[in-house]
Nanobody, 122 residues
Framework: QVQLVESGGGLVQAGGSLRLSCAGS????????MGWFRQDPGKAREFVAA????????YYRDSVKGRFTISRNNAKNTVYLQMNSLKPEDTAVYYC???????????????WGQGTQVTVSS
């Protein structure tokens, strides 16, 4: 029903920037909240950022507030994650997702992209 493809990952030095993109397909793409999660081998998957279907509300984990910005362009079926002031601890595979926004709670949704690797060197 919804296909998600991430791109934009790469290798950067600490303090650098990357912009991740998630291209979606499906007629109902604009009806979904969108989000980013990340995971390193041996670590639990963790929430990074989310945005409501209209783009009117955004959510971030504390460690990325002020550094990362999530946005979406429904006309292009695309969600973005601008990552600035990157730190080595941001290193992970970043996954696009269709989360459920239940009040202030963010739950993992049913659709995932394949992931894109972000590596931040010191």
């Amino acid at each position: 029903q919804v296909q998600l493809v991430e791109s934009g990952g790469g290798l950067v030095q600490a303090g650098g920037s990357l912009r991740l993109s998630c291209a979606g397909s499906g007629r109902t793409f604009s009806n979904y909240a969108m989000g980013w999660f990340r995971q390193d081998p041996g670590k639990a998957r963790e929430f990074v950022a989310a945005i409501s279907w209209s783009g009117g509300s955004t959510y971030y984990r504390d460690s990325v507030k002020g550094r990362f910005t999530i946005s979406r362009n429904n006309a292009k079926n695309t969600v973005y994650l601008q990552m600035n002031s990157l730190k080595p601890e941001d290193t992970a595979v970043y996954y696009c997702n269709t989360p459920l926004l239940i009040g202030a709670e963010i739950r993992m949704g049913d659709y995932w992209g394949q992931g894109t690797q972000v590596t931040v060197s010191s």
